[in-house]
């Protein structure tokens, strides 16, 4: 009897042993499962910038508009067009003569249509063809217009035949007040057709 009592005891400790060793296994399941869903989320948020986004473009060909939409895309951000009251002519030597005399003049040409409220915006994407290694000065109306860009960030982008970014980033500075500049995107002509590629590259390097 005394016998069977014993074993009986052992075969209890035993059982009682493998109960814990399988519940301690099970958490140590659950929470590796729940650190990698953190490690996960903390690396899919790194990925992205918080604030909402506006991009916001001038075209002439359609060339930076491409672009434009490309950053919409990926980005998910609202869309401006923005545009002259005076249309340019489309001829390129034509629309480089006004272009000129425009920068020779320092105008502010005038602007159609209502601008974009930008109170809700951390994020302005802001696009234009390069004109004589400038932006065209209708950008510099737009960037006029707005008191303060202070707690915003500016990402500029360009489309040109060689130009990049041109000297429009010193022309942006002094136009866009307390504003924050990231590094911009200048695409050329022999470049477009990988628009969606540099666009990727790009917003990937500004942490979106």
Do not use: C
Request: charged share 15%; hydrophobic share 35%.
């Amino acid at each position: 009897m005394r016998k069977l009592s014993l074993i009986l005891i052992g075969l209890g400790a035993v059982i009682i042993v493998g109960i814990l060793l399988i519940t301690h296994i099970n958490t140590e399941k659950i929470s590796g499962t729940t650190t990698n869903q953190a490690v996960a989320t903390t690396q899919s948020n790194n990925k992205r910038s918080d604030g909402k986004s506006i991009v916001i473009y001038m075209t002439h060909t359609g060339n930076t508009e491409a672009v434009a939409k490309a950053i919409q895309k990926q980005v998910g951000a609202d869309i401006y067009h923005l545009q002259t009251k005076e249309k340019y002519p489309t001829s390129y030597q034509k629309m480089l003569k006004v272009a000129r005399s425009e920068q020779n003049r320092n105008a502010q040409p005038q602007l159609a249509g209502k601008l974009p409220n930008l109170k809700g915006y951390q994020y302005i994407f802001l696009g234009y063809p390069i004109w004589l290694d400038k932006n065209p000065m209708a950008i510099n109306t737009f960037l006029n217009h707005y008191p303060s860009f202070k707690g915003k960030t500016i990402l500029p982008f360009t489309t040109s035949g060689s130009s990049g970014l041109g000297s429009s980033l010193t022309e942006l500075k002094q136009h866009a007040k307390q504003a924050n500049f990231r590094s911009g995107l200048g695409i050329t002509d022999d470049k477009l057709s990988d628009t969606t590629q540099l666009v990727k590259s790009w917003l990937a390097k500004n942490q979106f």
